[in-house]
């Protein structure tokens, strides 16, 4: 019974996985097939001529590059600012006792429910009168301030024995010190798993920085790829092709940080959840 029962298990995960990969799958596919394979009619898994004339069509027609450029920076300096600031607030709300704690952190936790449209226009506003717009800074500065991380980390903190530190003042390291030395490197569990969810929402991010960045050179992957591969501002067919050779390139570099660090990344999952 016991055997019947795990291959029940293994066998929808493998149905899972298989209609999660499947977009994923066709996608490339369909990158290196010219564009008339692409949407004949009954569809093709192997094309009778794979080519990669649409990623050399999208280098040559689009500037590609220095949308990843921008994404880089920006996500990447958002990831390290978020990961600063929130093991800096996650290790005091778990460690340490101050007048206000628990509704502060009641506050920051229920922030998880309001989504970004709620508070665009005042952000926008601010953003304005800061001179924020147009910038990389008015991309990665209202990313700084990221609850999920905040919770990860608050859980993982407390979750580590307080011995550690009480040994640590003895030795007469103060509270920077163990936090730093003592504290970081045992957290690399669950900062990985913060890094892998902040880079790839700061990478997908396409809302606020369609609506910051007005400049073409300053534009992101994700608003490139919606505002200029696709037919919105074009009288012309879409072009499958084009399109799904850039999706494919943009999901590189997520691909390589999760690849990474995925030997944390269950772990700190797993620590994160269960601990606190």
């Known amino acids: 019974m ?24 066709w996608a490339l596919v ?10 004949s009619y009954p569809p093709r898994w192997i094309p009778d001529v794979a080519t990669f004339a649409n990623y050399a069509e999208v280098l040559r027609k689009y500037p590609y590059m220095s949308w990843m450029k921008n994404s880089i920076i920006t996500a990447g300096a958002g990831t390290i600012l ?4 929130s093991s800096l607030a996650a290790y005091a709300f778990a460690r340490f006792q101050f007048k206000g704690k628990k509704v502060l952190y009641s506050t920051i936790v ?8 709620a508070y665009m226009i005042p952000l926008f506003l601010l953003c304005s009168k800061m ?8 991309i990665i500065l209202p990313s700084a301030a990221n609850v999920t991380s905040i919770f990860i980390l608050t859980s993982f903190f407390k979750g580590l024995p307080t011995e550690l530190e009480e040994a640590a003042r003895i030795d007469g390291c103060g509270e920077l010190r163990i936090f ?3 504290m970081l490197p045992l957290s690399k569990p669950a900062l990985s798993t913060v890094t892998i969810l902040t880079f790839i929402a700061n990478w997908n991010s396409f809302l606020w920085p369609m609506i910051c960045i007005r400049t073409d050179n300053l534009k992101t992957l994700p608003v490139g790829i919606a505002q200029f591969m696709g037919s919105v501002n074009s009288n012309a067919q879409f072009q499958y092709g084009t399109a799904l050779a850039g999706c494919c ?8 940080v999760f690849l990474a660090l995925q030997k944390y990344f269950v772990e700190g999952i797993a620590s994160s959840g269960i601990k606190g």
């Not at 291959?7 to 994923?24: E, N, Q, R, W």
């Open 2 to 25: 016991k055997k019947l029962k795990g291959s029940v298990k293994y066998i929808v995960t493998i149905l899972i996985c298989i209609v999660f990969l499947f977009p994923i799958a």
């Open 30 to 39: 369909c990158s290196v097939k010219p564009e008339a394979d692409i949407t």
């Open 180 to 182: 730093l030395q003592i």
């Open 131 to 138: 001179n924020l717009l147009n910038t990389y800074a008015g």
């Open 249 to 256: 390139m943009a999901v590189i570099p997520t691909l390589i």
């Open 82 to 85: 978020i990961l600063i600031l």
């Open 110 to 117: 229920a922030m998880l429910l309001v989504p970004i449209q």
